[in-house]
Nanobody, 124 residues
Framework: QVQLVESGGGLVQAGDSLRLSCAAS????????MGWFRQAPGKEREFVAA????????DYADSVKDRFFISRDTAKNTVYLQMNSLKAEDTAVYYC?????????????????WGQGTQVTVST
């Protein structure tokens, strides 16, 4: 059974940086991609970034492009999200997700496994 454990969330000031990590365990062979999504209070879950496992192809939401950077360590089965120049509107619970089937990129329904989420709060 696949388990995803996020870490690295917290309370920061606007303009600060934060790095999230997500470690995958269990049956992870055949991983197509991993991604990050977020959900702010009163809003729907939205795509943030994704990375394909073999080639490292990345996709980003327009709202975080050039500020957030996703990377992965295949030896550690871990994906990272480096978040720079954080804004108040980045405040949300951030979820890590694992995609085994066809690459889903921004499509949350394509991700079969999800972490519990980690809170990121950006104060002004």
């Amino acid at each position: 059974q696949v388990q995803l454990v996020e870490s690295g969330g917290g309370l920061v000031q606007a303009g600060d940086s934060l790095r999230l990590s997500c470690a995958a365990s269990g049956v992870t062979s055949g991983t197509r991609a991993m991604g990050w999504f977020r959900q702010a209070p009163g809003k729907e879950r939205e795509f943030v970034a994704a990375i394909t496992w073999n080639r490292g192809r990345t996709d980003y939401a327009d709202s975080v492009k050039d500020r957030f950077f996703i990377s992965r360590d295949t030896a550690k089965n871990t994906v990272y999200l480096q978040m720079n120049s954080l804004k108040a509107e980045d405040t949300a619970v951030y979820y890590c997700a694992l995609n085994l089937g066809a690459y889903g990129a921004k499509n949350a329904n394509a991700y079969e496994h999800w972490g519990q989420g980690t809170q990121v709060t950006v104060s002004t």
